[in-house]
């Protein structure tokens, strides 16, 4: 069979969605299945490669929002190669969110040759810019997306149950979920091998209270409030300390207002960011949404407690306080009030580790990969697009 995903950011730019579609991807291909990737064109990246096998396909894009909202550039070379990748049988079309530009367009030419195609929701609430008047109108532009990707009749899934509630908000039936996932197996080999350490690494006490935060800076992920509550949380525990992996436009912003125990390192790399959360005592995600939320799976996959919010996936691993602690809300005194008890309780945080780690279990990219292809077959056996 022969699967096509459309996302408008693909490695190396890192995040969820192209977290998602290179794993997914890479699960299908070993299934033996054919695995085209649609995408922006970024500096310093080809037009067309072969990655693992997988064929990646990007399109000349303008980058509007310092990056974060790729638009393709209209013209006869963006058509010519979507006709080129459309030109040969497509089992199944995967477009990836509902309001990439990449995306409505995806649906629109997909839509008018008649091919089955699903859309993935990977959200969980609205988006956020960090400032009232334009997140109205982000809202505003959102509605609009949604109502334009509907008419393409593609049934809508989610990538965790809290995303197909997000969906039923909208006023769309979800038609399941396509579950975001981890290579367990792999992630326990690369923190079982020797290498990068940070407490070595930044000269932190080997009994110095660690917590980690990964992902990227941006204001949705709560970071602001998560220094705030490190710089509380150190009145009452002065050497416990903050490793935060990530970049992002607030980077300079919290450099700058982050008080001493507060380090933050940049973008690791996956296997070193793998790394830092199997080192810490706890990972803290104040994020104010999540669509799934990968790096609350990897730290269960790794055995480390996790302080989040009730976003994502984060539900379905911390289904209790015996699992992990859900944040009620990210006034920074509550964040530091969960942290203390967390740090304050080393039975707790062994247990809650174990706990969640066998939650984490059912959560596996052969799994997910394994419903796209039913999926498929069943839209095919339906003549349905």
Not at 148 to 175: C, I, K, N
Not at 263 to 285: N, S
């Amino acid at each position: 069979m022969r699967f096509v995903f459309f996302s408008a950011q693909h490695l190396p730019t890192i995040g969820g969605v192209e977290y998602y579609t290179d794993s997914l991807a890479r699960a299908l291909a070993r299934l033996g299945h054919e695995v085209t990737v649609v995408t922006s064109l970024l500096p310093e990246t080809a037009a067309r490669e072969q990655v693992d096998g997988i064929e990646v396909v990007r399109l000349p894009s303008w980058m509007w929002l310092k990056g974060r909202y790729p638009v393709p550039r209209p013209g006869r070379a963006s058509r010519a190669i979507m006709d080129q990748v459309l030109s040969e049988p497509v089992d199944l079309a995967i477009i990836n969110t509902r309001f990439w530009a990449l995306s409505l367009w995806a649906a629109r030419r997909c839509g008018r040759r008649g091919l089955p195609m699903v859309v993935i929701e990977h959200g969980a609430g609205w988006l956020t810019l960090g400032h009232p008047i334009l997140d109205r109108a982000v809202r505003l532009y959102e509605r609009w997306g949604l109502r334009w990707m509907r008419r393409s009749g593609a049934p809508f899934y989610a990538v965790s149950e809290a995303g197909t509630s997000w969906l039923r908000y909208l006023g769309v039936h979800p038609s399941g979920v396509l579950s975001n996932a981890v290579d367990g197996a792999r992630l326990r080999g690369v923190v079982a091998q020797p290498g990068w350490d940070v407490r070595t690494e930044l000269g932190i006490s080997r009994n110095a209270p660690l917590v980690a935060f990964a992902g990227r800076m941006i204001p949705e992920k709560g970071l602001r409030e998560l220094v705030a509550a490190i710089a509380l949380l150190r009145q009452t525990r002065p050497d416990a300390v903050l490793v935060a992996a990530g970049d992002g436009p607030l980077l300079e912003e919290l450099e700058a207002r982050a008080a001493t125990g507060t380090y933050f390192v940049g973008p690791l790399g996956h296997d070193r960011t793998m790394r830092l959360i199997a080192q810490a005592d706890l990972l803290c995600l104040p994020t104010y949404s999540e669509g799934f939320g990968a790096v609350v799976l990897e730290a269960a996959v790794l055995g480390t407690p996790v302080v989040t919010t009730p976003t994502g996936v984060a539900p379905e691993i911390a289904v209790d306080t015996d699992h992990g602690l859900l944040l009620p809300d990210l006034e920074p005194a509550t964040i530091a009030s969960a942290l203390d008890r967390a740090l304050g309780d080393p039975a707790w945080r062994r247990r809650a580790g174990e706990l969640s780690q066998t939650k984490s279990s059912r959560f596996t990219w052969q799994h997910t990969a394994e419903r796209v292809v039913a999926i498929a077959h069943e839209r095919s056996e339906d003549g349905t697009s």
